[in-house]
């Protein structure tokens, strides 16, 4: 069953890093998306993207933040300069477009800021 | 007033139960209703979507939607252990795919052998 994979799985880094976050949609999906949930919070929408483009952000989704599809196959999320507030699981996730909506979620990349 | 709430539990039922679920919403744009399931460091994964008011049945699972209450509902009939997770409602205000989801903080369900 094709499925969303992200890497790392966990990724500990220190405050002021740049951190990038991998992730590799289901292949014939137009559509991704960033979410991220605090320990103990919400899942949060970031971002999507579409046709090599970012369609909708959060507020959350400040210039700390980027997006790219750097070949036809990865969708990456950098973080600039890690803040302590940004300890979370990032969620990958893709769809196919249609509107079930249904989005694929990968398996989340847990990163620690000390 | 949050815009989707959700009670955190949690829920403990015994197996051959039904387990309901529900959420309130304060957006009364949302159209679009989903209930995920999450299991303990895993991502979410859909279980129902729904459109607008109505019900919606797929084996074991039932979603309602009460727009004029603003209010969701799931309901897992004969519950089994497996069912134990945490589950998430989600609601969108146009079509689901190109915008956000917006969750509510989930409810944790065990279901005791």
Known sequence: EPEVTQTPSHQVTQMGQEVILRCVPISNHLYFYWYRQILGQKVEFLVSFYNNEISEKSEIFDDQFSVERPDGSNFTLKIRSTKLEDSAMYFCASSTGGWTGELFFGEGSRLTVL | ?113
Do not use: H
């Not at chain 2, 959700?6 to 304060?26: F, H, M, W």
């Not at chain 2, 991502?43 to 309602?64: C, H, V």
């Not at chain 2, 795919?97 to 969750?103: E, M, P």
């Open chain 2, 1 to 113: 007033q949050k815009e989707v709430e959700q009670d955190p539990g949690p829920l403990s039922v015994p197996e051959g139960a039904i387990v309901s679920l529900n959420c309130t919403y304060s957006n009364s744009a949302f159209q679009y209703f989903m209930w995920y399931r999450q299991y303990s460091r895993k991502g979410p994964e859909l279980l129902m979507y729904t459109y607008s008011s109505g019900n919606k049945e797929d084996g074991r699972f039932t979603a309602q939607v009460d727009k004029s209450s603003k209010y969701i509902s799931l309901f897992i009939r004969d519950s089994q252990p497996s069912d134990s997770a945490t589950y998430l409602c989600a609601m969108s205000g146009n079509k689901a795919a190109g915008n956000k989801l917006t969750f509510g903080g989930g409810t944790r369900v065990l279901v005791k052998p």
